[in-house]
T-cell receptor, first 115, second 112 residues
């Protein structure tokens, strides 16, 4: 099946700094990618939808100025957490749909720890 | 509104016993249905999926699930649980090209 990668797999940063997370579809093109956030012992919640060539759409309660999304190409979406704070510490997972098949492929996730 | 419920937050079974994890959904149309497993600190692993056709689907690791349209349910089953099955299980629903909606998860513990 198709593969979605994420980089880095884990990152530790200091409060106030910015962190960029990459999501790549390795063997298929994805005009849309989804970013989810999973807090400890909780489920995955959709943060935003990344659209190639246009602005991302954010779920209610997600600060678009804090979580910058750039869908630079048909195989790459990036999520930048700006001015990170400890409450942003979470597991971030991206996914990309394979539209004709209805399948969706998830990246392995990025664990962000803000100290 | 779209929602997925997993009524059991935590289930404990003995190794070798059978297992059933419940999933109910509320969606505008009949969505695609999925079950994922997640071990601590790890990503998601797809166990099985239902798009259409036979309502009993087989997945990996000996899991199966049955779609019941009348009950809006997609329950996951395994006839004999192994200690390595201990993990968090998520039911998810979605339509082609759209984001998934995940249930809250069920944590499975397995007693030796």
């Amino acid at each position: 099946g198709a593969v979605v990668s994420q980089h880095p797999s884990w990152v530790i940063c200091k409060s106030g700094t910015s962190v960029k997370i990459e999501c790549r579809s390795l063997d298929f093109q994805a005009t849309t990618m989804f970013w989810y956030r999973q807090f400890p012992k909780q489920s995955l919640m959709l943060m935003a939808t990344s659209n190639e060539g246009s602005k991302a759409t954010y779920e209610q309660g997600v600060e678009k100025d804090k979580f910058l999304i750039n869908h630079a190409s048909l195989t790459l979406s990036t999520l930048t957490v700006t001015s990170a704070h400890p409450e942003d510490s979470s597991f971030y997972i991206c996914s990309a749909p394979d539209r004709p098949a209805g399948e969706q492929y998830f990246g392995p996730g990025t664990r962000l720890t803000v100290t | 509104a779209q929602s997925v419920t997993q009524p059991d937050i935590h289930i404990t079974v003995s190794e070798g016993a059978s297992l059933e994890l419940r999933c109910n959904y509320s969606y505008g149309a009949t969505p695609y249905l999925f079950w994922y497993v997640q071990s601590p600190g790890q990503g998601l692993q797809l166990l099985l999926k239902y798009f259409s056709g036979d309502t009993l689907v087989q997945g990996i690791k000996g899991f199966e699930a049955e779609f019941k349209r009348s009950q809006s349910s997609f329950n996951l089953r395994k006839p004999s649980v192994h200690w390595s099955d201990a993990a968090e299980y998520f039911c998810a629903v979605g339509l082609s090209g759209q984001n998934f909606v995940f249930g809250p998860g069920t944590r499975l513990s397995v007693l030796p």
